[in-house]
């Protein structure tokens, strides 16, 4: 795994090869606890049947397969999804003034007095009557002197932890699932952007990822585990500068359930360092699919001779189960195609709101 904190290094990557993805991930959790969202924008759906098929046809161009993906949670309900997958056209990136657009949806980044701001705006009604408008703010300081830049040119996955605490702000507008709610966001956030040069399933065996915003530090980890070995990351950053507050050096994970689907993944993570200990428990399932999970989860940190106790986001993903063809009808009630003639599930708020 090739890691930095550089916001400037944040370009669509330039002639991804078939397989390949890229996305840009945005997250937060309200100061209230009661509301939080997932956005994601993406060159190469790695979760795109379509994508999946031309793959193995050996005929697949990343460019092709632009997507977005937004969930909007209230505590561990889904109150508003959409994932949808657009033509290569509607993808833009205009580098002269660091915007993104797919489809009707943007963000863009500024500089303003050693502030790193993204703006995000969507806007979109679904085939099912579900819509969507919301302006978005992540404001953070702006980290000048990378304490994280590990690189390895045989590593084929390259992740950019461009701002792992911000502070978002904005207005929410949906038409969901307990019908029209208007938000006005407050709390706390994370972006990062990831590149992978191959298909997942050749690069990992299964994947964890986390976030957990203390009150004046971050933790953030991922375990990677491949076929010959377990490769992980933790660490505390600071919440002031991005400093590396501390680096944790071992992992254990445990505590594994099976969901509906038969995905097997580990619900506690335990880091060590030599001067602190983590517990991280995925509590509430969030997003409880074939091949990716998403959680609402906890972490209980013991430093200093002190506890605190922060709420988050985990995440695992099992990519050898993204090409098992008996998961792609589901995938397909839920991936719109926003360029084709939805698919009848997404056509009914009942049935489509099944699927979330």
Known sequence: MNISTDHFDENPFPNKPSGGYEWWYFDALSEDGNWSFVIIFYQGNPFSPEYIRNIENKSSVPDEFPGVSISIYNRNKTEFYSFAEYSADDFNWVKESDTCSIGPHSFSKSE????????IVLNDILPSGHSIKAELEFNS???TEPSIDSKNPNEHHFWNLIQPKSEVSGSIEINGKSGFQKITFNGSGYHDHNVGLEPMKEDFKDWYWGRYH???????????NRTNEKQYKAWLISNENGEVIDEFSSVETEGFLRNM???RSARKITLKSRDSEVT???????DDGPFYQ??????IIHKDGKVSVAEG????????????????????????????????VQRFKMFYEWTW
């Open 294 to 299: 998403r959680f609402l989860g906890q972490a």
């Open 214 to 224: 203390f009150d004046n530090s971050t933790l953030i980890y991922y375990v990677m």
């Open 141 to 143: 300081s702006i980290i």
């Open 313 to 344: 986001i985990s995440e695992y993903i099992y990519p050898e189960n993204i090409y098992s063809k008996k998961f792609w009808p589901a995938v397909k009630m839920r991936l719109r195609f926003a360029n084709q003639k939805p698919h009848w």
């Open 280 to 286: 991280v428990q995925a509590a509430l399932p969030l």
């Open 261 to 263: 689907f038969g995905l």
């Open 112 to 119: 303003n007095d050693s502030k790193l701001v993204y703006s």
